[in-house]
Antibody
Framework: EVQLVESGGGLVQPGGSLRLSCAAS????????MNWVRQAPGKGLEWVSY????????YYADSVKGRFTISRDNAKNSLYLQMNSLRDEDTAVYYC????????????WGQGTLVTVSS | QSALTQPASVSGSPGQSITISCTGT?????????VSWYQQHPGKAPKLMIY???NRPSGVSNRFSGSKSGNTASLTISGLQAEDEADYYC???????????FGTGTKVTVL
């Protein structure tokens, strides 16, 4: 079964840092590009970041550029999101999602991990 | 990159058909056939329902169909069922520096 499991969420103060992880199983992780997508409480989905299978291509949403860093370890079947200089508006459930690089759709998604930025 | 525009809510009675629109620009929806749709029940992760404008993944009911005309994509749910009550989001590949964009989301209510 293809599965993505996020971890690392929690409560952090404004200006703080947090590192999210996403463990992949059930497919050849090193062959797929991956993404982080977030959803603020009661709000819609917002794409955050993309990383290609070999880490050679990386993109970020303007809202997180310069503060967040996406990375992956294909040997550990894991995706990461290092979040620095966190702001109140970064409060959200963060999902990792595999992307099909020929048709650009997100499938599957993990269950999400909640990040709360508050003093 | 602005979010794609969807109606905030759509409702219908069981057995009826409803259509959700997703309006973008020639840089996203209108420029590529890479529109996908996602269903999200409360507290759950999104689920892929349609990709490449009109293709259904295996396991998704054929009551769900997609189409596109110009800069607007549409998701139609026919034979509406109680289990279809959820939030729905469209997404598109874009030519901007941020290559992916989601719609604003539509809450579907089964009356």
């Amino acid at each position: 079964e293809v599965q993505l499991v996020e971890s690392g969420g929690g409560l952090v103060q404004p200006g703080g840092s947090l590192r999210l992880s996403c463990a992949a199983s059930g497919f050849t992780f090193s062959s797929y590009s991956m993404n982080w997508v977030r959803q603020a409480p009661g709000k819609g989905l917002e794409w955050v970041s993309y990383i290609s299978s070999s880490s050679s291509t990386i993109y970020y949403a303007d809202s997180v550029k310069g503060r967040f860093t996406i990375s992956r370890d294909n040997a550990k079947n894991s995706l990461y999101l290092q979040m620095n200089s966190l702001r109140d508006e970064d409060t959200a459930v963060y999902y990792c999602a595999r992307i099909d690089s020929s048709s650009w759709y997100f499938d599957p998604w993990g269950q999400g991990t909640l990040v709360t930025v508050s003093s | 990159q602005s979010a794609l525009t969807q109606p905030a809510s759509v409702s219908g009675s069981p057995g009826q058909s409803i259509t959700i629109s997703c309006t973008g620009t020639s840089s996203d929806v209108g420029g590529y056939n890479y529109v996908s749709w996602y269903q999200q029940h409360p507290g759950k992760a999104p689920k892929l329902m349609i990709y490449d404008v009109s293709n259904r993944p295996s396991g998704v009911s054929n009551r769900f169909s997609g189409s596109k005309s110009g800069n607007t994509a549409s998701l139609t749910i026919s034979g509406l069922q109680a289990e279809d009550e959820a939030d729905y989001y469209c997404s598109s590949y874009t030519s901007s520096s941020s290559p992916f964009v989601f719609g604003t989301g539509t809450k579907v209510t089964v009356l």
